[in-house]
């Protein structure tokens, strides 16, 4: 069974042969491809073949076309930092450009260039039998990476021209509708829209309702199909509000389990859980293993295995990602028979 259809068959929620094994660490493909991280996220190089070297040795059933989504907010003005621990940050911009000045001419964009050419790469080399994931930032992390979160909310409150903030995230939400638009057509089964931003803020239901779900609102019934989402860490709360928005797939935490997740979400949506990155970092991979093949027996079908967030550093090992799929497999194993 091809990565497509092990996907299709989670969207339906109905069993495959075993369940998708789709983590979405693109800090990886720097390791592998042997380059610094620094020089990784401004010029990638060797992407593809990266992708494909991981996804064969580690039996992924996806391959990333974007070196990290927080790319996205450096043409806006934000800056990105690494932290000693080979963590990527986001800090705003120092001032506030009209929108018009703001936004960015994504044909003068060479990372979404880049991106593209990626994406019809690894589609060309992969067909269906693997599946071609790009990342975009989401518009409610874009707008806190570029403003700041107690700018953000100080223009909300004391902004003398009310048009401003509601232009600027307009541009926003035009940016990340052609983003994925572009990537879909490059190639990419799959786009996931990041939004790191609600969980590290810690949304609250009415700041949610009335700053995040709009955007998300606005760019999901824009988008080109084929659109997922990764809202973070602890999102429960927020999936019955989410359930009515067109994205396909959700990126949930261990957090948020699956079976309370698919109550709010409904029928017709992916649900994939991500390994929490404290197991990914220091438990031995035969615990990984036992732990995934529990949570895809526990889950059933339209489970999708995923591992860590975006940020997640590079120290994960080799083995620990390659029991991601063992444990997936066990799971479909047929049980012992007893002998008399």
């Known amino acids: 069974m091809s990565a497509l259809e092990r996907y299709r068959h989670a969207l339906r929620g109905r069993a495959a042969d075993r369940p998708l094994i789709a983590p979405l660490l693109p800090?990886?493909?720097?390791?592998?491809?042997?380059?610094?991280?620094?020089?990784?996220?401004?010029?990638?190089?060797?992407?593809?073949?990266?992708?494909?070297?991981?996804?064969?040795?580690?039996?992924?059933?996806?391959?990333?076309?974007?070196?990290?989504?927080?790319?996205?907010?450096?043409?806006?003005?934000?800056?990105?930092?690494?932290?000693?621990?080979?963590?990527?940050?986001?800090?705003?911009?120092?001032?506030?450009?009209?929108?018009?000045?703001?936004?960015?001419?994504?044909?003068?964009?060479?990372?979404?260039?880049?991106?593209?050419?990626?994406?019809?790469?690894?589609?060309?080399?992969?067909?269906?039998?693997?599946?071609?994931?790009?990342?975009?930032?989401?518009p409610y992390s874009l707008v806190d990476a570029v403003l700041g979160t107690a700018r953000l909310r100080r223009v909300r409150e004391q902004c003398r021209d009310r048009r401003w903030l509601p232009r600027f995230m307009d541009a926003v939400v035009d940016d990340i509708v052609e983003r994925t638009g572009r990537l879909m057509e490059a190639g990419c089964h799959l786009v996931v829209v990041h939004e790191p931003a609600i969980a590290m803020r810690r949304l609250t239901e009415i700041d949610f309702l009335a700053v995040a779900f709009p955007l998300l609102e606005r760019v999901?019934?824009?988008?080109?199909?084929?659109?997922?989402?990764?809202?973070?860490?602890?999102?429960?709360?927020?999936?019955?509000?989410?359930?009515?928005?067109?994205?396909?797939?959700?990126?949930?935490?261990?957090?948020d389990p699956f079976d309370a997740a698919r109550r709010a979400l409904g029928a017709g949506k992916a649900i994939a859980t991500t390994i929490d990155e404290r197991k990914l970092l220091s438990w031995p991979p035969e615990l990984v293993e036992s732990w995934v093949a529990r949570l895809c027996t526990e889950a059933g079908p339209g489970f999708i295995v995923s591992a860590g967030k975006p940020a997640l550093p590079t120290a994960v090992p080799g083995d620990v990602l390659a029991a991601l799929a063992a444990g997936a497999a066990r799971s479909r194993e047929p049980a012992p028979v007893p002998v008399d």
């Open 220 to 255: 999901s019934r824009r988008a080109a199909p084929g659109l997922g989402l990764a809202p973070g860490e602890r999102a429960l709360a927020f999936l019955a509000h989410l359930r009515v928005l067109d994205f396909e797939s959700f990126f949930l935490g261990e957090e």
């Open 27 to 138: 800090l990886h493909g720097a390791r592998e491809a042997g380059q610094p991280l620094a020089t990784f996220l401004d010029e990638p190089r060797g992407l593809v073949e990266a992708q494909l070297r991981l996804a064969e040795r580690l039996a992924l059933d996806v391959v990333l076309a974007t070196p990290h989504p927080a790319l996205d907010a450096l043409p806006w003005g934000a800056q990105l930092e690494l932290t000693h621990d080979e963590r990527v940050e986001l800090l705003p911009t120092e001032f506030l450009p009209p929108p018009e000045q703001a936004e960015p001419a994504l044909g003068d964009d060479p990372r979404l260039g880049a991106a593209l050419m990626t994406a019809t790469r690894l589609r060309e080399r992969v067909g269906d039998d693997l599946l071609v994931v790009g990342s975009v930032l989401g």
